[in-house]
Nanobody, 124 residues
Framework: QVQLVESGGGLVQAGDSLRLSCAAS????????MGWFRQAPGEEREFVAA????????YYADSVKGRFTISRDNAKNTMYLQMNNLKPEDTAVYYC?????????????????WGQGTQVTVSS
């Protein structure tokens, strides 16, 4: 079992940066692939980024590649999403998710545990 709590969201202007954190409780964090997803009003939940259990590999949606960086600190049971050069289209609720598996997945149904989400709003 993994409990996830996101933090770090807020209201920023286009071009600004934010760092989201996802704190995990439970003993299985280091054995889980972790991911970030986002959902804008009226839209489907979409994949943003994911990272393997050791942090050795990561994968990004094309829309955020080169602007966002996912990382994790297994000693602190925490995952991060550094978001640079934010755009209004990045506005959404951002969720962290855990997948007790070996491989990265980009479909939200493949993740078993979810946080409550944190709002990111980017004004133009």
């Amino acid at each position: 079992q993994v409990q996830l709590v996101e933090s770090g969201g807020g209201l920023v202007q286009a071009g600004d940066s934010l760092r989201l954190s996802c704190a995990a409780s439970g003993r299985t964090f280091s054995s889980a692939v972790m991911g970030w997803f986002r959902q804008a009003p009226g839209e489907e939940r979409e994949f943003v980024a994911a990272i393997t259990r050791t942090g050795g590999n990561s994968y990004y949606a094309d829309s955020v590649k080169g602007r966002f960086t996912i990382s994790r600190d297994n000693a602190k049971n925490t995952m991060y999403l550094q978001m640079n050069n934010l755009k209004p289209e990045d506005t959404a609720v951002y969720y962290c998710a855990a997948r007790p598996a070996l491989t990265i997945a980009t479909t939200h149904t493949r993740y078993d545990y979810w946080g409550q989400g944190t709002q990111v709003t980017v004004s133009s």
